[in-house]
């Protein structure tokens, strides 16, 4: 069976402007299935509606990461900002059931160079157990995404094996990976083995070309006919997130990696 990909609003369609506006782009391009990574500058009714109108599922958002345009990517690993991490976990679910979204992926934050790597890792554990206990209640599955340190060097959470470490500790089905083979390659390379051994603790998968992150065919350094073909008989049946930055000036002239590498819509 094919692996379906679902078109990311956060980096697809820029040309387009508003989010609200590349949710009709999407379904004209031809996808049914959408990631919303950053819906929180239109309000969620209006979210809702438009995917309705567009009849598009939305299977994915993060974590509303506080004022990302001044470089927040959230706060679930800083100490003394537990009752912030709360607060925005409880409107990012707001978001979640009105757009009726299974998936949610935590922006963990950036490191505090006044606390430990321990009060960072405690705090974090603490913070994502805490999680765990709503994404249960809500029917979400909580995600984890390890971010390279090229594209993201404060960002807290940036190797595979604290992510699994993570996973082990909290031991929930409502705690998995994100499983972004762009971070991959930069952080550990290696990447037939690593989905191999990653594939099992994984529920979503996003691709792009390293290093530009650009799309999947584009030049860069993986074959991505292989990746996806590895992911398959890796076992995974899950989504493939498209979240890459198009080299082409129209989106749509960017989308012929998919039917090449056996994806569909």
């Known amino acids: 069976m094919s692996l379906r990909v679902c078109g990311n609003l956060g980096t697809l369609f820029p ?3 508003a989010l609200i506006e590349r949710v009709g782009a ?6 049914h299935l959408v990631e919303v990574p950053m819906p929180y500058h239109e309000t969620s009714e209006a979210l809702a509606t438009e995917l309705q109108l567009q009849q598009l599922e939305a299977v994915l958002i993060n974590t509303d990461p506080g004022n990302f345009e001044a470089g927040e990517m959230g706060c679930a690993c800083q100490p003394g900002k537990e009752a912030q991490f709360k607060a925005s976990l409880e ?3 707001m978001y979640a059931k009105a757009m009726n979204v299974s998936m949610m992926n935590v922006n963990v934050g950036k490191r505090q160079q006044e606390h430990t790597e321990e009060e960072h890792n405690a705090t974090l ?3 994502l157990r805490y999680a765990v206990t709503l994404f249960k209640r809500h029917d979400i599955v909580g995600l984890i995404e390890p971010k390279n340190i090229y ?3 404060e960002y807290f959470l940036n190797d595979f094996e604290q992510a699994v470490a993570l996973l082990f500790k909290i031991d929930s089905p409502h705690l998995r990976l994100l499983l972004d083979v762009f971070h ?5 390379g290696n990447v037939t083995r690593n989905i191999e051994r990653l594939i099992p603790y994984t529920a979503h998968v996003q691709v792009s070309q390293p ?4 799309e999947p065919g584009s030049a860069g350094e993986l074959d991505y006919a292989y990746v996806l073909a590895k992911l398959k008989s890796a076992g995974y049946k899950g989504y493939i997130g498209a979240e890459y930055v198009p080299s082409t000036a129209k989106t749509e002239d960017s989308l012929v990696w998919i039917k090449k ?3 569909i819509f």
Request: charged share 25%; with cysteine; proline share 7%.
């Open 125 to 127: 554990e603490d913070n």
């Open 91 to 93: 409107k990012s679910l």
């Open 211 to 214: 290093p530009l992150r650009s």
């Open 184 to 188: 991959l390659q930069l952080i550990c």
């Open 261 to 263: 590498c056996g994806l």
């Open 26 to 31: 999407a379904k004209k391009a031809g996808f």
């Open 15 to 17: 040309e387009r402007g």
């Open 151 to 153: 594209t993201f060097p």
